[in-house]
């Protein structure tokens, strides 16, 4: 019995001194991509209409400290016609959930800001205006590779 006592607990330290893996962080490059292929999907979702990409990005921003950041953004017509602003905002949240981790940093007004932490980006849905989709989007400040 003692010796099992004396087992579990030199378990229980090792398993306490064992560092646990930290996930790795996406590059700004990376979470980039992932930024471009959101945005361009959750238009396709609530629109049947070609999007207009309004920033292709493709370029790092510099942040500090020796990271950067990517941006993109797109927008798209709708054609339902009975929609204001924060509705169509609230029908780009639907479809995001559909597809990726998002969650909410704000919804105050009719635009909504949204944050993955496990993607590293996040996504403005500003339609400002009636029959137009808009979001725009951001990476975190990451490592640029």
Known sequence: MLVLAALAAAVTVAAMATPVPQERQPTAAEAGATLKKHVMRLLAEVS?????????????????GGEVRRT?????VDHSGQRDARTLN????????????????NSEGPDFNMSSDSTKTSLHLNSVGERRYSVRGKTFCLSPS
């Open 48 to 64: 049947n209409e070609p999007f207009h990409i309004t920033d292709p990005s493709g370029k790092d921003i510099l942040c500090g």
């Open 72 to 76: 993109f953004a797109a927008s798209a």
């Open 90 to 105: 609230i029908q780009m949240v639907a479809a995001v959930n559909e597809f990726a981790d998002y969650h909410f940093t």
